[in-house]
């Protein structure tokens, strides 16, 4: 089981709603992810980390926002949510070093806006 | 394009029987090939992970094959159980960016029946 943690686990909330979804590792991994996944289709990335200060946008288009102050921690905010934000977050870390580049993933969120 | 393709879309097999997944990639130039597994609600799991020169590796019940000439790989999972239920997921990653980007499948949806 990887060390790897997302809070929360499930989300409801209304349209113009300022949230922030939380992701720490314990692994000191320094590059970290995150993914959207719409159901039954594949991830998708939309952000990503090489390490503390540097975020990058992902393949796929997002309104979202990261930070990376700390190593461990790789918070996503989204500053007014809206239903077509609905979906599954991903959040994903792997070690700088090593040919596989092996990807541990989080248990995921799961959002629904109304 | 790089693109990822997995066939079935889903499958239902009973308890106890065996069942091949696969997937075909265009990922170009190539570094490895994983197979992951997803519960639902949950973040995706590795069960496998292949580089160019391996054409087998095994994880317990789940054997994995790659054939980086065809650009094929397969996943046969034995005497399957219920907890097999879950989508499997084809993810190729490409040698060509040090952030290890990875191209996702849709997944095979497998429902296992008692």
Known sequence: EA???????????????KITLECSQTMGHDKMYWYQ???????????YSYG?????????????????????????????ARPSH?????????ATSGASYEQYFGPGTRLTVT | KNQVEQSPQSL???????????????????????WYKQDTGRGPVS?????????TKSNGRYTATLDADTKQSSLHITAS?????????????????????LYFGRGTQLTVWP
């Open chain 2, 81 to 101: 159980q219920l907890s097999d239920s879950a989508s499997y997921i084809c993810v190729v990653s490409d040698r060509g960016s040090t952030l290890g980007r």
């Open chain 1, 3 to 17: 060390d790897i943690y997302q809070t929360p686990r499930y989300l409801v909330i209304g349209t113009g709603k």
């Open chain 1, 52 to 80: 503390v200060n540097s975020t990058e946008k992902g393949d796929l288009s997002s309104e979202s926002t990261v930070s990376r102050i700390r190593t461990e921690h790789f918070p996503l905010t989204l500053e007014s």
């Open chain 1, 37 to 47: 996944q719409d159901p039954g289709m594949e991830l998708h990335l939309i952000h």
């Open chain 2, 12 to 34: 239902i097999i009973l308890e106890g029987k065996n069942c091949t997944l696969q997937c075909n990639y265009t990922v170009s130039p190539f570094s490895n090939l994983r």
């Open chain 2, 47 to 55: 069960l496998t992970i292949m580089t160019f020169s391996e054409n």
């Open chain 1, 86 to 94: 609905t979906s599954q977050y991903l959040c994903a870390s792997s």
